[in-house]
């Protein structure tokens, strides 16, 4: 048994995966894929880290921490986490008002919470985010991704101004610096796209930094480097408790700030995890992955890194360049640290064009370009929430999107049910002169006023048989329906029948009680309520 588990142990420590047997091919494209992955977190962890108000290297040691331990734990391979826009944002008013110490120790609670959160299990909830959301989703964040480069196309020195999404403020290049950074994104973007066509021997996004760098180094051409962002040398992420007060007044500050961090990083990273599935034939794994970026998150704060989450455009990059296996995460992870201690001076000499190229490439495919067809045939209501959260997720945060999505996603399912409840009239078979409604569709919330509408009290007969058989009693507010008709009934001097009501709504029902007609085919489906026995009261659970 011990000999298993230290197998299972080592497994997990070596990245081996029995579906996807190692071998000298499998690792070169795995390596390859994290060094170009690790290429393209460099501008995104320094941008970001401006973005929050904080020194570049506290975004680069955030992105070595969390893709490190997150690629080693996570909930699936081939996903790529760092510091994100998505949570720099968040993070920039605390560091502007408390200072960065502040940050740090937001960071650590974030990582409790989320630690919190994968003890619980509560990451299997992403379920409930319907595909309208997701899809919604991935077109929003390929066109805040989109957004995010157009500052790299800003005079070197000017673009440290920070906004939204990673976007920032300063002068933009014009005449021929600009016609030259674009020739040079475009000629990457060719290189990606031409590349595969001929050889897979190199991961294309890595040959198009590599031949673009080459062009421009050989050539000294004047373009914004890597380097002219800020400087990347540095030495390992020291061991640093946060500086904080250990105070209430403390906690009551970066409570709040760690709440949003941790849902929002979650959401991400979870949201990620299901695209990075469906493109990988993975399921699974959200627990897992809770766990891993609370604890990612946790020593990241111990370290002066500001915290993270998955990366979509990295874990995009990841994919199809080849990586499958937690090897590309980790060696992403370890070119990054590689960069920051020893190759510095190397990574600020690659243009920011060739960077540019690969993340517009990943726009073009991670944006969902079939929706723009399917939004014609699917329901309208569909198509209104997948467009309604695009904008939001251009506009706000990811936590809003998720809450905005699933809201209103919800109340069109229940709109859409609530219209659905109407009755087939006839007269009984079986006691003359009877009038039988026979109910079709849910009953719950949303549909008891459009159920009391379908009776006629006063033009019925003296009998009334309200049959349920094609009917579903869902909640606390169809068993107060069915109570309020009976009660018309009565004070109208009718009588009334209800049939094929399940055994619990037998229980549940009070004054109509009496009225239940039982029979062999009564439904045995459970209701969402439950019943005081002392009180009387129906109450949800």
Not at 47 to 71: K, N
Not at 99 to 106: C, D, I, K, Q, S
Not at 229 to 253: D, K, N, Q
Not at 255 to 269: D, K, N, R, T
């Amino acid at each position: 048994m011990a000999r298993a588990l230290l197998a299972s142990f080592a497994d997990n420590l070596l990245l081996r995966d029995p579906n996807s047997p190692m071998t000298p091919n499998t690792l070169r494209v795995e390596l390859l894929s994290g060094l170009t992955v690790a290429l393209a977190l460099v501008p995104e962890a320094v941008a970001f880290a401006f973005v929050a108000g904080v020194e570049p290297l506290v975004g680069l040691y955030a992105a070595f921490i969390v893709g490190l331990i997150t690629a080693l734990f996570g909930g699936r391979p081939g996903m790529i986490s760092g510091a994100t826009g998505a949570l720099a944002v968040v993070m920039v008013s605390l560091v502007a008002l408390h200072g960065v110490e502040y940050l740090f120790a937001t960071v650590v609670l974030m990582g409790l919470i989320q630690i919190f959160v994968g003890i619980m299990r509560w990451g299997k909830f992403i379920r409930l985010v319907p595909h309208p959301v997701m899809l919604g989703f991935v077109n929003g964040l390929a066109i805040v991704i989109f957004l995010a480069q157009l500052g790299q196309f800003q005079v070197p020195g000017t673009a440290h101004g920070g906004g939204g999404h990673g976007m920032a403020n300063g002068e933009w290049l014009s005449g021929a610096p600009l016609y030259l950074m674009l020739a040079l994104v475009a000629l990457t973007m060719a290189i990606i796209w031409i590349m595969p066509k001929f050889t897979n021997i190199i991961p294309a996004p890595l040959a198009g930094i590599g031949i673009v760098a080459a062009i421009v180094i050989g050539f000294g051409l004047d373009v914004p480097l890597v380097g002219d962002l800020a400087s990347i040398e540095g030495g390992l992420p020291p061991f640093h408790i946060p500086m904080v007060p250990l105070t209430w007044e403390t906690f009551e500050i970066i409570l709040p700030y760690a709440v949003i961090l941790a849902a929002i990083g979650l959401i991400e990273s979870l949201l990620t995890l299901n695209l990075v599935g469906e493109m990988t034939g993975q399921r699974g794994g959200a627990s897992k992955e809770c766990l891993a970026q609370g604890a990612a998150n946790t020593v990241t704060g111990f370290f002066g890194g500001m915290g993270g989450c998955a990366m979509i455009g990295q874990s995009m990059i990841n994919v199809k360049s080849g990586g499958r296996t937690r090897v590309a995460g980790v060696a992403a992870a370890l070119f990054l640290l590689a960069f920051i201690l020893f190759a510095s001076g190397l990574i600020e000499q690659i243009p920011l064009a060739a960077l540019v190229g690969v993340m517009f490439m990943v726009v073009i495919g991670t944006f969902a370009w079939n929706s723009l067809t399917i939004l014609r045939k699917v329901p309208k209501t569909d198509a209104f929430v997948t467009i309604l959260v695009t904008i939001v997720t251009v506009a706000t945060d990811l936590a809003t999107v998720v809450v905005v999505g699933v809201i209103v996603s919800a109340l069109a399912y229940a709109w859409q049910n609530a219209t659905r409840i109407h009755a087939i009239k006839r007269e009984s078979r079986t006691a003359a002169g009877a009038q039988v409604y026979e109910i079709q569709g849910p009953l719950f919330f949303g549909s008891s006023d459009g159920f009391m509408e379908i009776f006629d009290v006063e033009n019925d007969p003296d009998v009334v048989i309200v049959d349920f058989a094609n009917s579903r009693v869902a909640d606390q507010s169809a068993l107060q329906a069915i109570e309020a008709l009976a009660q018309r009934y009565e004070e109208a001097g009718k009588e009334i029948q209800l049939r094929h009501l399940s055994r619990d709504c037998h229980k549940l029902l009070s004054k109509a009680g009496h009225l239940v007609v039982d029979s062999d085919d009564d439904p045995d489906y459970a209701l969402a309520v439950d019943y005081n026995v002392k009180t009387g009261i129906i109450g949800g659970h």
